[in-house]
């Protein structure tokens, strides 16, 4: 059986290949804007898919999407392929599902607030350090009550709650101060105007319909449509990429030593996801990064500088594939010599040198050979896709959506029994026993009243205690029971005992 590699492109000593068993090792692909990096990227999920690996990829700016039909003929495909002797080369397309958080570009992606859990959530809102431990215990109340927070207004209606019984609470669950609540009220307000209210909720995504092979074995390739989240709501797009690597790493098995990875991701505009991070969240990427390769998962980022990207985190990527830099200013020279730094030299060129000087196509690329050991740099011409480059037609995009296996599984939203509608609950239990007491009450000091009134025998008829009751209650309505009521319509059922 031959061994699986990955196309590259080829260098003037021939093919440039990655090994499969390497490739859960991650990569990076970098490059200014314009130097071909969104091709280089779909050559590699073409060539992972042809290797029966599922690929998932962050389509940031749209023309990604073309990965789902043939590529045609082109003068300049052409001449590349003289150049690049590719035997099995042949124009297809892979098979593709769409998937989108704040668009219908594609199938539906939510989570619940739960499976983000209260270290990215607190991310994700920029909370600081005190904020940042409300959001746990409010995870930890959750927890001790048996109330599931599955999406934005179960979150507030908790906070609320926390809020109005902060006292209770201070004991067992530290300081709860209002101001607080209010910061991260606000907080979530912004966060659904930025639409991320579609993406909490159920039913949640699964992750193995990211993991699909077609009849023919080839993987399927699933594409995010980010091309308005990215702009609109960054953060929501970072922390969706890092609950899914926090997700894969939990649910995934240990795979051992495989001929090639079970899934790879792309994450375009990858220095998002570590921008303001603060260092207990940076500590897990690393760590997540470092060990999900043990999972069979391969991680590929790309940017614009190698420099985006956390030293720790960068020095775990294995295969690195520089588009050109250009040089501008002096930082722009830093960065030059920075990145020719990380490369092992290759003693037939000058790589700080050559890397200002690639054009469009090319790149600087060192795999990892058996033995995992990085491989002199190469100037590589990449490989053309096999199939189309730039968008996709929409209406064929559509035909493809309509087909999908995935069918209409997360098409409507569900909304089951969670923390808003048992607090929901319990305030009405509350609001109830409350008039049942206050009628109570009101009752016997009719009563009262009355006795009084016959003991006194003021000649009038005395009046019965249901009477009385029956005057108290139409009185009440009115007033003090009126305005208990209003209270509860107007929102506040989260009242103390």
């Keep these: ?143 001790d009550e048996g109330m599931l927070l599955l999406d934005l207004k179960d979150l507030r209606a908790l906070l609320l709650w926390m809020g109005e019984n902060a006292g209770q609470l201070r004991n067992e669950y530290g300081n709860i101060s209002s101001a607080s609540i209010g910061a991260i009220q606000r907080r979530l307000l912004v966060l659904k105007e930025q639409g991320a209210e579609h993406f909490f909720g159920e039913p949640a995504l699964q992750l193995t319909d990211l993991m699909h092979c077609d009849f023919s074995g080839r993987g399927v390739v699933s594409l995010l449509d980010a091309s308005t989240l990215v702009h609109r709501s960054p953060r929501v797009y970072a922390a969706f990429l890092l609950w899914l690597l926090a997700e894969l790493f939990e649910q995934l098995s240990e795979v051992g030593d495989a001929d090639r990875p079970k899934l790879v991701l792309f994450f375009d505009e990858a220095h998002l996801l570590f921008n303001d991070a603060p260092k207990s969240l940076m500590n897990k990427i690393e760590q997540v990064v470092r060990l999900i390769r043990s999972k069979g998962v391969g991680i590929f980022f790309i940017t614009q500088s190698p420099l985006d990207i956390p030293e720790n985190i960068l020095g775990q990527l294995g295969m690195k594939i520089q588009h050109a830099l250009r040089v501008y200013t002096a930082k722009d020279r830093k960065t030059v010599k920075a990145v020719a730094d990380s490369f092992r030299p290759n003693p037939d060129f000058d790589t700080q040198e050559v890397v200002t000087q690639l054009e469009t196509g090319e790149a600087l690329i060192s795999v990892l050979d058996k033995n995992g050991a990085p491989t002199p740099v190469q100037r590589v011409l990449v490989s053309p896709p096999e199939s189309q480059v730039g968008p996709l037609d929409p209406q064929a995009r559509l035909n493809l959506m309509q087909r999908s296996p995935i069918g209409n599984r997360y098409n409507e939203a569900v909304d089951r029994e969670s923390a808003y509608e048992l607090l929901k609950k319990k305030a009405a239990e509350v609001t109830t026993k409350q008039q049942t007491e206050l009628a109570r009450h009101e009752a016997e000091r009719q009563q009262q009243k009355a006795d009084k009134s016959q003991r006194v025998g003021s000649g009038r008829k005395p009046q019965s205690a249901a009477d009385a009751m029956v005057k108290s209650a139409a009185r009440s309505i009115g007033s003090q029971l009126g305005r208990q009521i209003m209270r509860g319509v107007l929102g506040s059922f989260f009242g103390k005992k």
């Design 1 to 143: 059986m031959p061994i699986p590699v990955l196309n590259l492109g080829a260098s003037q000593g021939g093919l440039v290949q990655q090994l499969g068993k390497m490739s859960n090792r991650h990569g990076l692909i970098a490059g200014a804007t314009g130097t071909g990096k969104t091709v280089t990227l779909q050559v590699l999920a073409e060539g992972f898919s042809k290797l029966g690996v599922p690929v998932f990829a962050a389509d940031i700016k749209g023309d990604l999407s073309g990965i789902a039909a043939a590529g045609k003929s082109h003068p300049k495909v052409d001449e590349r392929l003289a150049q690049i002797p590719l035997p099995d080369y042949k124009l297809q397309p892979c098979p593709t599902l769409f998937w989108s958080i704040d668009n219908e570009q594609g199938h539906p992606v939510r989570t619940t607030i739960s499976e983000m859990g209260p270290l990215l959530l607190a991310n994700l809102l920029e909370l600081n350090e005190t904020q940042s431990g409300i959001i746990y215990a409010a995870f930890e109340i959750a927890d």
